[in-house]
């Protein structure tokens, strides 16, 4: 789902908060475009998931959602 500013700000408190929060969003994209996880759109301030980014996303929402013990059984 997509996050607007304009909804961002109304619910922030202050615009100190609002700028808090935008900073600290921009801390966590960092990580994900210098891995090559995440790529920008271009002319927009939007990010896509990169084909290694849903091939990676893919592995972990798999393991995450998996019965280890069941699959250690079958092993």
């Given amino acids: 789902p ?15 908060e609002f700028r808090r929060q ?3 969003v ?12 995440i790529v920008n759109v271009p002319k927009s301030h939007q990010y896509h998931l990169s084909a290694s980014g ?12 998996s019965e280890v013990p069941r699959l250690a059984a079958s092993a």
């Fill in 22 to 24: 935008s900073a600290a």
């Fill in 54 to 65: 849903r091939r990676i996303v893919t592995v972990l929402l798999t393991a995450h959602t």
């Fill in 2 to 16: 997509v996050v607007k500013n304009e909804r961002r700000r109304a619910l922030a408190a202050d615009d100190a």
């Fill in 26 to 37: 921009t801390r966590q994209l960092a990580p994900l475009r210098a891995h090559g996880l």
